[in-house]
Every structure is written in C-alpha cells, then in structure tokens.
C-alpha cells in the first residue's frame, strides 16, 4: 500500500457507471506524483492516507464490480511531511 | 487511476479477437510517455481523462472478458494542463 | 496497454509447462527496456505492437491457464519511430 | 517479491473494515522509498522481509477478502544492508 | 515477462504458510536492482531466466494458492549481457 496526500475533488462529468455515484479524489505521492483514489472513507483535502491498490482496490471499494485500481484504505493519525517529501 | 490526456486514435490491422470491435485511443501521462487505453465513453483528442488500470480495466470495458489493462473511465471538466506538465 | 517494437523471438531450454507450446518475442519499449511477451497473432521484428498486461494477458493468450503477464493483442499499421523514441 | 526493511508500525485512526484488525508495517525498499505492508508473520523494526504483491498478497494474508496489496511473507535470515544500498 | 539473472538462493527463517517448501531465488535485472523470485523449474546461479508476474505468477507455481507474485517460467539458452546491461 501507498502513502498518499489527499490534495482536492475530482469532477468528471461523464463517468463510467460504475464510478458514477462515488467520490473521486486527486491525491499526491511523495515526489508531487498525482494519482486519482476513490474515497469511501471521507477524508479531506490535506490529509495523509494510505492506498491499496490493484484488485484489492475493488474489495476495499465495498464491491467488487466498483471499477477502481486505487482506494483509501485509511486516515493516518500523524505524518512528516517534511521527511516524507525527503 | 491516473490522469491521461488523449492523443490520437489508435489504428491496428491485426488485432485481439475481443479488442476488435472496440475504440483505442493513444493517451500520454504527464511526462509526455504514451500509452493505449480502450474508450467505451467516446473521448476526444485534447481531452483530460481518468483511466482505469488492472483487472478494474476489464469491468469498466462492460465486459471482463476484453482483454484491456487500462480503460478510460471519465473525462475531467477541467484540467490545468501547465501546473499538470510541472 | 503499451506501445512496443519486436526485437526477437525467445528461446528457452526449460519453460513452464503452460508456455511450453507458445511463440515468445522479445519486444522494446521506447527507451530500449526489454520485456518478453506472447505472441498468438505473429508478430515479426521490427512490427510495432499493442502489449496487454496483467490478467487481461492470460485471456488474450486464449485460454487463461496460459501463464502470461503481457501478450500481444495487436500489430500497429503505422508508427513514427523517431518521435517515439523522443 | 521483493526486500523490504521494516520501519516502524502504522497507525491510522479510520481504516477500512477489512484491515481493522491487521498490523500493518511503514516498510521501504533500497532506496529509502515507503510503502505499507500487511504483518501476519510479525516482524519488527529492522527487520529485512520479503514482501508479496497483487492478488498474492491478499492470499498471503491469511483471508482473500483482507484488503492488501503488500504482504510479508517471510524474515530474511541475514542480509548485508549496506551492498543493497548500492 | 521480464529478464532476470539469478544471484543465489534466498533464505527465511520465519515464511508464510503457502511459501514454506518452495525455491526462492534472488534475481537481479538489467540495472542490478534486486526481487525474489520463486523457481519450481531449478535455475542456478547465473542462469539467465523469464519471470512472470502478476496472477500468472500463482498458476506458474503449479497452484495459485501459492502467494508468489514472481515465478521463474523458463531458462534462456543463450543471453548476451553485456549488451543487456547496456
């Protein structure tokens, strides 16, 4: 799994059915890489999260017919930015 | 997922029996490195979308037997292309 | 799915039982990385091919069992060599 | 797979049903980068692991359902640091 | 597939369930950068070998309850590394 900065929404206006209802957000790797997750836990513009990826991606979604390769797993409670940027 | 924009449409004489049908766009990450996306949502040249990797790619083509690793699954409203290019 | 000229075919002494039977090809990508992909279509040196990974390879290979993770699904009509390898 | 040491455990205030209960590790590679492993062997801070990705890591993880993409799968006996820092 | 050269053996004290009786192998790439590779086909330090990744790794294993996300599929005859590391 990854650890990813949330940095704001994603608006798409056509979307894939699946994705259709769900929250999208653009998050940010340690190098400034941006990535899109999909959000089922809620978490906020600037805040430290870890990702899970490929299939796993899916179960963590809630369902495995959601078509995503990137989901928020979880809120870490404290991060160093600082160290983390490197 | 990640964060492409279309190039071009993607020609091949001999293809996949379960591609064959089926839209194929060229499509370059920030870095200007390309890939080939499968497009069941009608996406053009110049446009910034989302696409879906892994097994997710096979749902989101609307049927897990085509063989696509990576399918476009929206397009963005709006993208800024400079801050994204870095 | 990636963009990748053939360079060669691939010959091994030993292979897994799944492969044992099927034409392997040494393929490139843009910056001269070398993978080595299956070819059910019949690729030749020098072709410009679409390569599908992950789990959609071993349905493109025709039968899942086929212990694959990157496959050709397509030969390319035309391709500018020069402006890709940048 | 690949070789991993182990930094430090991971605590996340919200998480995903399915990773709960789990430990998890901040685990990086030879290059200082940090990725986030499943531990159902575990290994503490220091330890060099083996760690499982894709569909493995969830079987890895005792459970398919268990949202994981990166598993240790094993403690390394010994292994010298310093020529896997290059 | 990619190419690998196989280093040595690769020993754990503490290993998952579905690991315990199995070859690991450590195998370098082109750039020297190191991953675990497991091997039911008997390579020896040295051999220049194809790995499969991803799920094709698991059914490469000869029982894709065995959590390998590298399996060695086949010893190249003849391989030019000088020309390979570049």
Redesign the interface.
């Known amino acids: 799994?990854?650890?990813h900065r949330v940095v704001r929404d994603?608006?798409?206006?056509?979307?894939?059915f699946?994705?259709a209802a769900k929250s999208?957000r653009?998050v940010e790797d340690?190098t400034?890489?941006?990535?899109?997750?999909?959000d089922?836990?809620?978490a906020k513009p600037g805040d430290f999260v870890?990702t899970?990826?490929?299939?796993?991606?899916?179960?963590?979604a809630g369902n495995p017919?959601?078509?995503?390769?990137?989901?928020i797993?979880?809120?870490?409670?404290?991060w160093d930015e600082e160290s983390?940027r490197?």
Do not use: F, Y
């Open positions: 799994m990854q650890i994603m608006v798409t206006s056509k979307r894939n699946w994705l999208l653009v340690c400034g890489n941006l990535e899109v997750a999909l089922p836990i809620g870890v899970i990826g490929v299939s796993a991606a899916r179960i963590a017919k959601i078509t995503t390769d990137l989901t797993g979880g809120i870490i409670d404290h983390w490197g």
